[in-house]
C-alpha cells in the first residue's frame, strides 16, 4: 500500500516562507513524476507544481518565481519550498506521485496565509 504523507502546512503571514514535505513509501521513487497541486476552498484542484523522473520542474504562473520544487531519491521525498506567500496561496496543498497509469495522492495538508 503506497502512502504519501504531507506534514509541513501551517498558518503564516502574508511575505513569510514555508516548505513543505512528502515523504513516499514508494521503493524507487526516482522512478516517478511527482507534483503539488492544491484546492482552495470552493475551487478545482489545481496544479502548482511539477517535477518529473528526470528532474524537469515546471510550475503554474501563479507561483512562477516564488515556489521551487525539489526531490531527494534517496530519502523518498518532495519539497515545495514556498516563499512571498500571498493570502490567494491559501489551500489545501496535496502531493501526488504518477507513473503511467499508476497515481498516488497524500492526504493534503492546510496552508494558511494570513496576518
Known amino acids: 500500500q503506497v502512502q504519501l504523507v504531507e506534514p509541513g502546512g501551517g498558518l503564516v503571514q502574508p511575505g513569510g516562507s514555508l516548505r513543505l514535505s512528502c515523504a513516499a513509501s514508494?521503493?524507487?521513487?526516482?522512478?516517478?513524476?511527482m507534483g503539488w497541486y492544491r484546492q482552495a476552498s470552493g475551487k478545482q484542484r489545481e496544479l502548482v507544481a511539477l517535477?518529473?523522473?528526470?528532474?524537469?520542474?515546471n510550475y503554474a504562473d501563479a507561483v512562477k518565481g516564488r515556489f521551487t520544487i525539489s526531490r531527494d531519491n534517496a530519502k523518498r521525498t518532495v519539497y515545495l519550498r514556498m516563499t512571498n506567500l500571498e493570502s490567494q496561496d491559501t489551500a489545501v496543498y496535496y502531493c501526488k506521485a504518477g507513473r503511467g497509469n499508476y497515481n498516488y495522492w497524500g492526504q493534503g495538508t492546510q496552508v494558511t496565509v494570513s496576518s
Open positions: 514508494i521503493p524507487i521513487l526516482s522512478l516517478y513524476d
Open positions: 517535477i518529473t523522473a528526470d528532474s524537469n520542474t
